[in-house]
Protein backbone atom coordinates (compact mmCIF):
# COMPACT_ATOMS: atom_id res chain seq x y z
CA UNK A 1 0.00 0.00 0.00
CA UNK A 2 1.89 3.50 -1.01
CA UNK A 3 1.81 5.72 2.35
CA UNK A 4 2.63 9.71 1.06
CA UNK A 5 5.78 10.61 2.96
CA UNK A 6 5.10 12.63 6.24
CA UNK A 7 7.03 15.89 6.95
CA UNK A 8 9.92 15.58 8.78
CA UNK A 9 9.10 16.10 12.48
CA UNK A 10 11.91 17.54 15.02
CA UNK A 11 10.96 16.04 17.89
CA UNK A 12 11.47 12.27 18.32
CA UNK A 13 8.17 11.96 20.30
CA UNK A 14 6.57 12.87 17.01
CA UNK A 15 8.13 10.51 14.91
CA UNK A 16 7.31 7.69 16.87
CA UNK A 17 3.81 8.58 16.78
CA UNK A 18 3.58 9.18 12.83
CA UNK A 19 5.46 5.26 12.45
CA UNK A 20 3.08 3.93 15.21
CA UNK A 21 -0.19 5.46 13.12
CA UNK A 22 1.37 3.75 9.87
CA UNK A 23 1.66 0.67 10.62
CA UNK A 24 -2.30 0.57 12.37
CA UNK A 25 -3.25 1.82 9.57
CA UNK A 26 -1.88 -0.75 7.14
CA UNK A 27 -3.56 -3.61 9.49
CA UNK A 28 -6.72 -2.08 9.62
CA UNK A 29 -6.87 -2.00 5.48
CA UNK A 30 -5.22 -4.96 4.57
CA UNK A 31 -1.74 -4.79 3.37
CA UNK A 32 -1.75 -6.64 0.33
CA UNK A 33 -4.03 -10.26 -0.25
CA UNK A 34 -6.60 -11.54 2.29
CA UNK A 35 -7.28 -14.69 3.25
CA UNK A 36 -10.86 -15.05 2.20
CA UNK A 37 -9.08 -15.35 -0.92
CA UNK A 38 -9.98 -11.70 -2.10
CA UNK A 39 -8.96 -9.93 -5.59
CA UNK A 40 -5.06 -10.47 -6.19
CA UNK A 41 -5.21 -7.10 -7.07
CA UNK A 42 -6.48 -3.74 -8.19
CA UNK A 43 -6.55 -0.83 -10.35
CA UNK A 44 -4.95 -0.63 -13.95
CA UNK A 45 -2.36 -0.43 -15.88
CA UNK A 46 -1.53 1.99 -18.29
CA UNK A 47 -0.23 0.31 -21.08
CA UNK A 48 -2.89 -0.97 -23.63
CA UNK A 49 -1.80 -0.58 -26.83
CA UNK A 50 -0.69 -3.72 -27.77
CA UNK A 51 -2.81 -5.78 -30.44
CA UNK A 52 -2.35 -9.51 -30.00
CA UNK A 53 -2.28 -11.12 -32.58
CA UNK A 54 -3.41 -15.09 -32.65
CA UNK A 55 -0.62 -16.62 -33.66
CA UNK A 56 1.83 -14.46 -31.74
CA UNK A 57 3.45 -16.46 -28.74
CA UNK A 58 3.99 -16.08 -24.69
CA UNK A 59 7.34 -14.72 -23.83
CA UNK A 60 8.28 -15.53 -19.94
CA UNK A 61 10.56 -12.80 -20.31
CA UNK A 62 9.48 -10.29 -18.47
CA UNK A 63 11.50 -7.52 -19.76
CA UNK A 64 10.04 -8.23 -23.32
CA UNK A 65 6.34 -8.93 -22.22
CA UNK A 66 4.14 -6.15 -22.37
CA UNK A 67 1.44 -5.78 -20.07
CA UNK A 68 -1.73 -5.06 -20.78
CA UNK A 69 -4.36 -5.93 -17.76
CA UNK A 70 -7.31 -3.41 -17.74
CA UNK A 71 -9.91 -2.97 -15.67
CA UNK A 72 -10.37 -3.26 -11.45
CA UNK A 73 -10.55 -6.64 -9.64
CA UNK A 74 -14.34 -7.15 -8.37
CA UNK A 75 -14.71 -10.24 -7.43
CA UNK A 76 -15.05 -11.37 -3.96
CA UNK A 77 -14.90 -14.85 -2.94
CA UNK A 78 -17.62 -14.53 -0.26
CA UNK A 79 -20.30 -13.56 -2.40
CA UNK A 80 -19.94 -14.69 -6.01
CA UNK A 81 -20.24 -11.74 -7.98
CA UNK A 82 -17.54 -12.46 -10.09
CA UNK A 83 -17.22 -10.32 -13.09
CA UNK A 84 -14.94 -10.18 -16.01
CA UNK A 85 -13.14 -6.66 -15.89
CA UNK A 86 -10.81 -7.85 -12.92
CA UNK A 87 -7.28 -7.07 -13.39
CA UNK A 88 -5.31 -10.07 -14.24
CA UNK A 89 -1.58 -10.29 -12.21
CA UNK A 90 -0.22 -13.58 -13.26
CA UNK A 91 -1.51 -15.84 -15.51
CA UNK A 92 -0.64 -19.55 -16.80
CA UNK A 93 -0.98 -20.36 -20.00
CA UNK A 94 -1.78 -23.99 -21.25
CA UNK A 95 -0.60 -24.29 -24.70
CA UNK A 96 -1.61 -26.70 -27.71
CA UNK A 97 0.96 -26.77 -29.67
CA UNK A 98 1.63 -28.50 -33.51
CA UNK A 99 5.14 -30.10 -32.79
CA UNK A 100 5.97 -33.88 -32.94
CA UNK A 101 6.67 -35.97 -29.13
CA UNK A 102 6.52 -39.24 -29.17
CA UNK A 103 4.84 -40.17 -32.29
CA UNK A 104 2.46 -37.59 -31.73
CA UNK A 105 1.59 -34.30 -33.99
CA UNK A 106 0.72 -32.16 -31.52
CA UNK A 107 1.75 -31.07 -27.60
CA UNK A 108 -0.44 -30.00 -25.19
CA UNK A 109 -0.78 -29.75 -20.89
CA UNK A 110 -3.16 -31.00 -18.60
CA UNK A 111 -3.06 -30.42 -14.54
CA UNK A 112 -4.80 -32.45 -11.67
CA UNK A 113 -4.85 -30.84 -8.51
CA UNK A 114 -3.29 -32.52 -5.95
CA UNK A 115 -6.26 -30.63 -3.55
CA UNK A 116 -9.17 -32.70 -3.61
CA UNK A 117 -12.65 -31.32 -3.51
CA UNK A 118 -15.29 -32.28 -1.26
CA UNK A 119 -18.81 -32.83 -2.24
CA UNK A 120 -20.25 -31.34 0.42
CA UNK A 121 -23.68 -28.80 0.24
CA UNK A 122 -22.01 -25.51 -1.02
CA UNK A 123 -18.47 -26.37 -2.11
CA UNK A 124 -18.15 -24.43 -5.02
CA UNK A 125 -15.41 -24.57 -7.60
CA UNK A 126 -14.72 -21.67 -9.56
CA UNK A 127 -12.11 -20.64 -12.35
CA UNK A 128 -11.08 -17.54 -13.79
CA UNK A 129 -10.17 -18.37 -17.25
CA UNK A 130 -9.90 -17.34 -21.38
CA UNK A 131 -10.86 -20.29 -23.01
CA UNK A 132 -9.45 -19.69 -26.76
CA UNK A 133 -7.15 -16.68 -28.77
CA UNK A 134 -9.44 -14.89 -31.36
CA UNK A 135 -7.75 -15.04 -34.69
CA UNK A 136 -8.61 -11.64 -35.24
CA UNK A 137 -8.01 -11.25 -38.90
CA UNK A 138 -9.53 -14.81 -40.24
CA UNK A 139 -12.61 -15.86 -41.62
CA UNK A 140 -13.19 -18.51 -38.84
CA UNK A 141 -11.77 -16.36 -35.82
CA UNK A 142 -11.75 -19.59 -34.04
CA UNK A 143 -9.59 -22.34 -34.78
CA UNK A 144 -11.32 -26.08 -35.49
CA UNK A 145 -9.90 -28.76 -33.63
CA UNK A 146 -9.47 -27.37 -29.64
CA UNK A 147 -11.21 -28.85 -26.92
CA UNK A 148 -9.98 -26.92 -23.62
CA UNK A 149 -11.93 -27.80 -20.70
CA UNK A 150 -12.10 -27.52 -17.19
CA UNK A 151 -13.47 -30.29 -15.20
CA UNK A 152 -13.64 -32.69 -12.04
CA UNK A 153 -12.20 -35.88 -12.12
CA UNK A 154 -13.27 -38.76 -8.85
CA UNK A 155 -10.19 -39.08 -6.74
CA UNK A 156 -10.97 -43.28 -7.25
CA UNK A 157 -10.72 -43.05 -10.44
CA UNK A 158 -8.02 -45.43 -12.12
CA UNK A 159 -5.85 -42.60 -14.01
CA UNK A 160 -2.70 -41.97 -13.02
CA UNK A 161 -2.25 -40.37 -9.38
CA UNK A 162 -5.24 -41.11 -8.83
CA UNK A 163 -6.67 -43.99 -5.93
CA UNK A 164 -7.29 -46.79 -8.79
CA UNK A 165 -10.71 -48.07 -7.58
CA UNK A 166 -13.23 -47.20 -9.69
CA UNK A 167 -13.21 -47.20 -13.66
CA UNK A 168 -14.33 -44.29 -15.78
CA UNK A 169 -17.40 -42.86 -15.34
CA UNK A 170 -18.64 -44.87 -11.85
CA UNK A 171 -15.30 -42.55 -10.44
CA UNK A 172 -17.92 -38.81 -11.37
CA UNK A 173 -16.87 -36.82 -13.49
CA UNK A 174 -17.85 -32.56 -13.79
CA UNK A 175 -17.55 -30.78 -16.93
CA UNK A 176 -17.34 -27.41 -15.87
CA UNK A 177 -16.50 -25.83 -19.25
CA UNK A 178 -15.72 -27.50 -22.45
CA UNK A 179 -15.49 -25.04 -25.32
CA UNK A 180 -15.44 -26.84 -28.74
CA UNK A 181 -13.25 -24.84 -31.56
CA UNK A 182 -15.28 -25.74 -34.00
CA UNK A 183 -18.49 -23.66 -31.74
CA UNK A 184 -18.95 -20.48 -32.42
CA UNK A 185 -18.84 -17.47 -29.27
CA UNK A 186 -22.34 -17.80 -28.52
CA UNK A 187 -22.04 -20.99 -25.75
CA UNK A 188 -20.23 -23.39 -24.18
CA UNK A 189 -20.88 -26.77 -22.65
CA UNK A 190 -21.16 -28.40 -19.35
CA UNK A 191 -21.73 -32.19 -19.05
CA UNK A 192 -21.19 -34.63 -16.10
CA UNK A 193 -20.82 -38.41 -15.87
CA UNK A 194 -21.10 -40.93 -12.50
CA UNK A 195 -23.13 -43.93 -13.37
CA UNK A 196 -23.66 -47.49 -12.81
CA UNK A 197 -21.89 -46.17 -9.20
CA UNK A 198 -23.93 -43.42 -8.71
CA UNK A 199 -26.87 -41.80 -10.58
CA UNK A 200 -26.37 -38.14 -12.03
CA UNK A 201 -28.37 -36.60 -15.21
CA UNK A 202 -25.95 -38.69 -17.32
CA UNK A 203 -24.49 -37.32 -20.16
CA UNK A 204 -27.11 -34.77 -20.70
CA UNK A 205 -24.78 -31.89 -21.80
CA UNK A 206 -26.61 -27.94 -21.40
CA UNK A 207 -25.63 -25.30 -23.03
CA UNK A 208 -24.70 -21.93 -21.78
CA UNK A 209 -24.41 -18.56 -23.12
CA UNK A 210 -21.86 -16.64 -23.57
CA UNK A 211 -22.18 -12.71 -22.82
CA UNK A 212 -18.72 -11.79 -24.18
CA UNK A 213 -16.60 -14.64 -26.44
CA UNK A 214 -14.35 -17.20 -25.39
CA UNK A 215 -11.45 -15.01 -25.37
CA UNK A 216 -11.91 -12.63 -22.94
CA UNK A 217 -11.91 -13.44 -18.79
CA UNK A 218 -15.33 -15.55 -17.55
CA UNK A 219 -15.28 -17.20 -14.21
CA UNK A 220 -16.83 -20.97 -14.95
CA UNK A 221 -18.03 -22.75 -12.02
CA UNK A 222 -20.08 -25.59 -9.80
CA UNK A 223 -21.52 -25.65 -6.42
CA UNK A 224 -22.38 -28.78 -4.77
CA UNK A 225 -26.44 -29.08 -3.35
CA UNK A 226 -27.28 -31.79 -1.09
CA UNK A 227 -28.29 -34.31 -4.10
CA UNK A 228 -26.99 -31.45 -6.85
CA UNK A 229 -25.01 -29.51 -8.92
CA UNK A 230 -25.75 -26.03 -10.30
CA UNK A 231 -23.09 -24.65 -12.64
CA UNK A 232 -22.30 -20.75 -12.51
CA UNK A 233 -21.09 -18.34 -14.61
CA UNK A 234 -19.93 -14.94 -13.90
CA UNK A 235 -21.41 -16.01 -10.22
CA UNK A 236 -24.49 -16.16 -11.66
CA UNK A 237 -26.56 -19.83 -11.51
CA UNK A 238 -27.25 -21.55 -14.58
CA UNK A 239 -28.35 -25.48 -14.94
CA UNK A 240 -28.91 -27.17 -12.07
CA UNK A 241 -28.61 -31.24 -12.07
CA UNK A 242 -29.22 -34.75 -10.63
CA UNK A 243 -26.26 -35.43 -8.22
CA UNK A 244 -27.30 -38.33 -6.48
CA UNK A 245 -25.53 -40.64 -3.89
CA UNK A 246 -22.40 -39.02 -4.05
CA UNK A 247 -22.10 -38.61 -0.44
CA UNK A 248 -17.90 -38.88 0.41
CA UNK A 249 -17.23 -38.66 -2.79
CA UNK A 250 -14.60 -36.39 -3.70
CA UNK A 251 -12.45 -34.52 -6.92
CA UNK A 252 -9.58 -33.45 -8.33
CA UNK A 253 -9.74 -30.48 -10.60
CA UNK A 254 -8.27 -30.82 -14.43
CA UNK A 255 -7.01 -28.26 -16.36
CA UNK A 256 -6.95 -29.60 -19.98
CA UNK A 257 -6.00 -28.33 -23.40
CA UNK A 258 -7.21 -31.05 -25.44
CA UNK A 259 -6.69 -31.07 -29.21
CA UNK A 260 -8.85 -33.03 -31.38
CA UNK A 261 -10.21 -36.48 -29.62
CA UNK A 262 -13.84 -37.06 -30.09
CA UNK A 263 -15.07 -33.57 -29.21
CA UNK A 264 -12.56 -31.69 -30.65
CA UNK A 265 -12.64 -33.35 -33.81
CA UNK A 266 -10.17 -32.61 -36.57
CA UNK A 267 -8.04 -30.30 -36.36
CA UNK A 268 -7.50 -27.66 -38.90
CA UNK A 269 -4.48 -27.34 -41.69
CA UNK A 270 -3.54 -24.40 -40.09
CA UNK A 271 -3.46 -24.73 -36.57
CA UNK A 272 0.05 -23.51 -35.49
CA UNK A 273 -1.22 -23.48 -31.52
CA UNK A 274 -3.72 -22.40 -29.26
CA UNK A 275 -4.06 -21.65 -25.17
CA UNK A 276 -6.30 -22.27 -22.53
CA UNK A 277 -5.55 -19.01 -19.92
CA UNK A 278 -5.86 -19.72 -16.44
CA UNK A 279 -6.03 -16.83 -13.86
CA UNK A 280 -7.08 -18.64 -10.81
CA UNK A 281 -8.95 -21.21 -9.12
CA UNK A 282 -10.80 -21.10 -5.78
CA UNK A 283 -12.37 -23.42 -3.90
CA UNK A 284 -14.84 -22.14 -1.28
CA UNK A 285 -17.08 -23.46 1.21
CA UNK A 286 -20.92 -22.77 1.38
CA UNK A 287 -20.36 -19.65 3.89
CA UNK A 288 -17.76 -17.96 1.64
CA UNK A 289 -14.69 -19.45 3.37
CA UNK A 290 -12.00 -20.00 0.77
CA UNK A 291 -10.57 -23.61 1.05
CA UNK A 292 -8.20 -23.88 -1.47
CA UNK A 293 -6.70 -21.74 -4.33
CA UNK A 294 -3.81 -21.10 -6.71
CA UNK A 295 -3.70 -17.75 -7.67
CA UNK A 296 -1.19 -17.97 -10.88
CA UNK A 297 0.75 -15.80 -9.46
CA UNK A 298 4.13 -18.08 -8.64
CA UNK A 299 5.24 -21.40 -10.73
CA UNK A 300 6.38 -23.10 -8.01
CA UNK A 301 3.34 -22.55 -5.63
CA UNK A 302 1.45 -23.95 -8.71
CA UNK A 303 4.14 -26.69 -9.58
CA UNK A 304 2.99 -28.01 -6.11
CA UNK A 305 -0.30 -27.84 -6.04
CA UNK A 306 -0.73 -29.31 -9.40
CA UNK A 307 0.65 -32.43 -10.93
CA UNK A 308 0.77 -32.98 -14.86
CA UNK A 309 -1.06 -36.23 -16.65
CA UNK A 310 2.16 -37.56 -18.99
CA UNK A 311 1.43 -39.28 -22.10
CA UNK A 312 -1.04 -39.67 -25.16
CA UNK A 313 -4.67 -38.02 -24.85
CA UNK A 314 -7.77 -40.59 -24.33
CA UNK A 315 -8.63 -42.54 -27.09
CA UNK A 316 -6.30 -40.06 -29.14
CA UNK A 317 -2.64 -40.68 -30.48
CA UNK A 318 -2.41 -37.25 -32.24
CA UNK A 319 -2.07 -35.41 -28.88
CA UNK A 320 0.84 -35.87 -26.36
CA UNK A 321 0.66 -34.10 -23.21
CA UNK A 322 4.05 -32.92 -21.73
CA UNK A 323 5.34 -32.68 -17.99
CA UNK A 324 5.61 -29.35 -17.22
CA UNK A 325 7.54 -28.64 -20.63
CA UNK A 326 8.12 -25.29 -20.98
CA UNK A 327 6.91 -24.89 -24.76
CA UNK A 328 3.44 -26.01 -23.24
CA UNK A 329 3.34 -24.39 -19.75
CA UNK A 330 4.23 -20.50 -19.35
CA UNK A 331 3.29 -17.97 -16.75
CA UNK A 332 2.67 -14.43 -18.14
CA UNK A 333 1.11 -11.06 -16.96
CA UNK A 334 -0.22 -9.72 -20.26
CA UNK A 335 -4.08 -9.90 -19.53
CA UNK A 336 -5.66 -9.28 -22.76
CA UNK A 337 -3.72 -12.03 -24.83
CA UNK A 338 -5.79 -13.10 -27.54
CA UNK A 339 -8.26 -10.53 -27.33
CA UNK A 340 -9.09 -8.43 -30.24
CA UNK A 341 -8.47 -4.28 -30.09
Known amino acids: MAISRKRKMTMKKHLSLILILIFSNCFII ?24 SNSEINNDSETMDTNDTGTEDTDSNTGNDTDNETASGILGIIGLKENDHGAEYTSGRLNSNYNVPNVEGTWVRARAKMALKRCDAEDPYVNGTWPSVWLLGTDSGEPGYENQTDWPGCGEIDIIEWIGTHDDTNYQTNQWGEPVFPVDHNDPELVNYTSGPEHWHTYGVRFGADTITYTFDGEDQATKKYDDAE ?3 SKIILN ?51 PHVGFAYNNEAQYYTNWEEDNFKWHDDGTLGECQ
Request: negative net charge; hydrophobic residues 30%; contains cysteine.
Open 248 to 250: GQT
Open 257 to 307: MALGGDMGGEIAGDFTQDILQVDWVRVTDKNGVLLWSDEMDDEQTTKDNWF
Open 30 to 53: SCGDDATGNDKSSGTDPDTSLNQD
